[in-house]
Every structure is written in structure tokens, then in C-alpha cells.
């Protein structure tokens, strides 16, 4: 079955850095677009980047462009999220998610942005 287990997370202060991680497994991991979302506490999920099968294609929210960068192993069947110059406005859960006729996601990466 699918499954996405991201991890990375963290506190970290404002103007740092963080990688997260996305392993997945279940289903030719090659062939599919990953996206991160983020979700604020009160606030509805966002899409924050999302990255084409190959890796040759990127695209991010307006809010995380120039700071954020999404990569992809597909020889690790993994998809990072670079954070770098983060805000406390960052604050989030962020997941990784794919969809295949439908939706799965992952249980998500606690990030804190506070000094």
C-alpha cells in the first residue's frame, strides 16, 4: 500500500534552515508529481511546492518562492523540501502528498519558526 512518512522537523530560529525528508514506498515512485502542503494551526492546508516525476519541473506557493527548494531521489524514492530563511509565519505542519485517482498523504513534520 501507499505510504508517506515525512521527518525533518523541528524548532528552529528565525532566518534558519531545515530539510525536510519524504520516503515512499507502494507504488512506482518515478512516475508521479509530489507535492508539500503546510498547514498553520487555524488556517486551511496550502499548497507550498510541488515537483514533476523526472524532477525537471518545480513549482512553489508565492509566499515560499526564493526560500524553499523541492528536490527529488527518485533512485531513494524520496522528495526533500529545503527551507531556508524561514519566518515565524512557516510555522506549520507540512506534509507530503501524492495523487494517485486520489489523494494520500502522510502524517505530516512539526515545523516552528520562534526564536
Known amino acids: 500500500q501507499v505510504q508517506l512518512v515525512e521527518s525533518g522537523g523541528g524548532l528552529v530560529q528565525p532566518g534558519g534552515s531545515l530539510r525536510l525528508s519524504c520516503a515512499a514506498s507502494?507504488?512506482?515512485?518515478?512516475?508521479?508529481?509530489m507535492k508539500w502542503h503546510r498547514q498553520a494551526p487555524g488556517k486551511e492546508r496550502e499548497l507550498v511546492a510541488r515537483?514533476?516525476?523526472?524532477?525537471?519541473?518545480?513549482n512553489y506557493a508565492d509566499s515560499v518562492k526564493g526560500r524553499f527548494t523541492i528536490s527529488r531521489d527518485n533512485a531513494k524514492n524520496t522528495v526533500y523540501l529545503q527551507l531556508n530563511s524561514l519566518k515565524p509565519e512557516d510555522t506549520a505542519v507540512y506534509y507530503c502528498?501524492?495523487?494517485?485517482?486520489?489523494?494520500?498523504w502522510g502524517q505530516g513534520t512539526q515545523v516552528t519558526v520562534s526564536s
Open positions: 502528498n501524492v495523487y494517485m485517482n486520489y489523494d494520500y
Open positions: 515537483i514533476t516525476g523526472s524532477g525537471g519541473s518545480t
Open positions: 507502494g507504488f512506482t515512485f518515478s512516475y508521479y508529481a
